[in-house]
Structure formats: structure tokens, C-alpha cells
């Protein structure tokens, strides 16, 4: 069974620029989450989709920052006009469809984010 | 939200057990005690989660104290591969209960 897949790996952006960031979740979950990790820091989360909802984005930052989990294909996150501190290492994690009381999340490998 | 406190560091050699204490002192009724760890340059990975009695699985066992404002994470016989940050997190049974929470966690360093 393939694991959680992200690409790109590692993404280099120059300020100003989109990032789009991949994700393609494990054969049979339909959860995904999206999380941001900066330097030195642990792991935050920013947003929380089914196929074609958005459950929960309250960790999202207002401003360009976008998520989306269509009926075919991964999920993206996007980011416009990058800045700075938009460098992190970005997880998205997946779990099954049906619900269980206690989350056991999948994560991904990660893209790693640099914006120069 | 419940808060956990992890030691910010551990060491182990190879082959002996580990004990990683976490304490949570606000955990209510209702919270689950999840432990991910993270290796170098990867995602976290799920490693075991428990309410109120002790569990066993294929990576490690959790105990996890009468009073549930405390637990321990336990493997048994430490490898190399083990080496990684290991978190300590709490989610309710209900509401937004998929947010896990990562802290600093507790960087485990394995000696051979």
C-alpha cells in the first residue's frame, strides 16, 4: 500500500512567486489535513478537508493562503505571493473514511519550502 | 486545549529500554493520549494512542497513570532507528478532535 504522497519534495520560490504544494492521500482515505512546520518549531494545523469541502481552515492564514480536495486528483495547497516567512517544511496527513473516535493520522514526507 | 510537558531530550543505548514520560495535568475525560514521533527529515509517524488502560502494539506500550494526568511511552529494546522526536499529544473524543496539537516534544537520541 503506497503511503501518503507530496510533491514537490522541495520547492524554491522567489518572493512574489505561487506555490502549489501536492498531495495525494492513501488509497482509501478521504481526510486530508495540511499542516505547516517552521524552523524550530512543531507542527501546526492549518486546514482540514474532505473531497470537495473544507471542513475546517481556521488555521489557515486569511491572506493567500487557498486549499482545495477536488473529486478527482490530489489535494493542493496554495500559496500566492510568497514572503519570507512562508519558508517551512509543509505535512499533509490522511485518514480513513470512516469515522473512528480517536484520529490516527498518515502523514506524508513533506515539502520543503524555501522562498529566496 | 489540554496542554502535555515532555523533558526536551533523552538519551538510550541501543538495546535497552526507553521510558518517555509526559505529563498532562488538564487532560479531561474525554481526551486521548496520542503518541507520533518524528525522524530526521520525514513526517510524523503514528506510533500509539490510549484512553484510560495501558496499550500494547508492535512499536511500543503506553502507560498511562490511575489518574490519567500522566503517561509513559515505552520501548522496549531501543535501535538506532528509533532516533527521533518523539510527541506527546492529547485530543478529545469529540468536536475538532482531528487538530493534533505538536509541541517541542522529547528528541530521543540512541547510543550504539
Known amino acids: 500500500n503506497a503511503g501518503v504522497m507530496q510533491n514537490p519534495r522541495h520547492l524554491v520560490r522567489r518572493r512574489g512567486q505561487e506555490a502549489r504544494l501536492r498531495c495525494s492521500p492513501m488509497?482509501?482515505?478521504?481526510?486530508v489535513y495540511w499542516y505547516r512546520q517552521l524552523p524550530e518549531e512543531g507542527l501546526k494545523f492549518m486546514v482540514y478537508?474532505?473531497?470537495?469541502?473544507?471542513?475546517?481552515e481556521s488555521g489557515m492564514p486569511k491572506e493567500r493562503f487557498s486549499a482545495e480536495f477536488p473529486k478527482e486528483g490530489p489535494s493542493i495547497l496554495r500559496i500566492q505571493q510568497v514572503v519570507r516567512g512562508d519558508s517551512a517544511a509543509y505535512f499533509c496527513?490522511?485518514?480513513?473514511?470512516?469515522?473512528?473516535?480517536?484520529?490516527?493520522?498518515?502523514f506524508g514526507p513533506g515539502t520543503r519550502l524555501t522562498v529566496t | 486545549d489540554a496542554k502535555t510537558t515532555q523533558p526536551n531530550s533523552m538519551e538510550s543505548n541501543e538495546e535497552e529500554p526507553v521510558h518517555l514520560p509526559c505529563n498532562h495535568s488538564?487532560?479531561?475525560?474525554?481526551?486521548?493520549i496520542h503518541w507520533y514521533r518524528q525522524l530526521p527529515s520525514q513526517g510524523p509517524e503514528y506510533v500509539i494512542h490510549?484512553?484510560?488502560s495501558n496499550v500494547n502494539n508492535r512499536m511500543a506500550s503506553l502507560a498511562i497513570a490511575e489518574d490519567r494526568k500522566s503517561s509513559t511511552l515505552i520501548l522496549h529494546r531501543a535501535t538506532l532507528r528509533d532516533a527521533a522526536v518523539y510527541y506527546c499529544?492529547?485530543?478529545?473524543?469529540?468536536?475538532?478532535?482531528?487538530?493534533?496539537?505538536f509541541g517541542k516534544g522529547t528528541l530521543l537520541t540512541v547510543n550504539p
Open positions: 496527513a490522511s485518514s480513513p473514511s470512516t469515522t473512528k473516535v480517536s484520529y490516527e493520522q498518515y
Open positions: 488538564t487532560i479531561s475525560g474525554t481526551d486521548y
Open positions: 478537508l474532505q473531497k470537495e469541502n473544507i471542513i475546517d
Open positions: 490510549g484512553l484510560t
Open positions: 499529544i492529547l485530543s478529545n473524543s469529540g468536536g475538532s478532535n482531528y487538530k493534533l496539537t
Open positions: 488509497k482509501g482515505h478521504s481526510h
